[in-house]
């Protein structure tokens, strides 16, 4: 069973640092394009870090967000930094073929490829 699954959210106090994990069972993700996603309440879901053979981030997150994967444990993580309340959404990861997606079009399109069930997170004081 090919699988995703988010974890690492939580409540967070604005400023702080905050590491989502996503790890895959059932297929390796070497040879995948991968990325993370949100969506706030009220809000369309938007692709904010994706990592191809290149990487991308939405403004809303460059300079503040990083992601990488350790295919040794077929895992990939975004860590947060400098939280802001409006950073408040539902996480999700995804992976589709990096024969078809760049880091910039994973994210903008959003594949139809493998998700996971998503991973809150709430920046409030």
């Known amino acids: 069973q090919l699988q995703l699954v988010e974890s690492g959210g939580g409540l967070v106090q604005p400023g702080g640092p905050l590491r989502l994990s996503c790890a895959a069972s059932?297929?390796?993700?070497?040879?995948?394009?991968i990325g993370w996603f949100r969506q706030a309440p009220g809000k369309e879901r938007e692709g904010i870090s994706c990592?191809?053979?290149?990487?991308y981030y939405s403004d809303s997150v460059k300079g503040r967000f990083t992601i990488s994967r350790d295919n040794a444990k077929n895992t990939v993580y975004l860590q947060m930094n400098s939280l802001k309340p409006e950073d408040t959404a539902v996480y999700y990861c995804?992976?589709?073929?990096?024969?078809?997606?760049?880091?910039?079009?994973?994210?903008?399109?959003?594949?139809?490829?493998?998700w996971g069930q998503g991973t809150q997170v709430t920046v409030s004081s």
């Open positions: 995804a992976a589709d073929s990096a024969l078809l997606f760049t880091a910039q079009t994973m994210c903008v399109i959003q594949p139809k490829g493998h």
């Open positions: 059932g297929f390796t993700l070497d040879y995948y394009a």
């Open positions: 990592l191809s053979s290149s990487t």
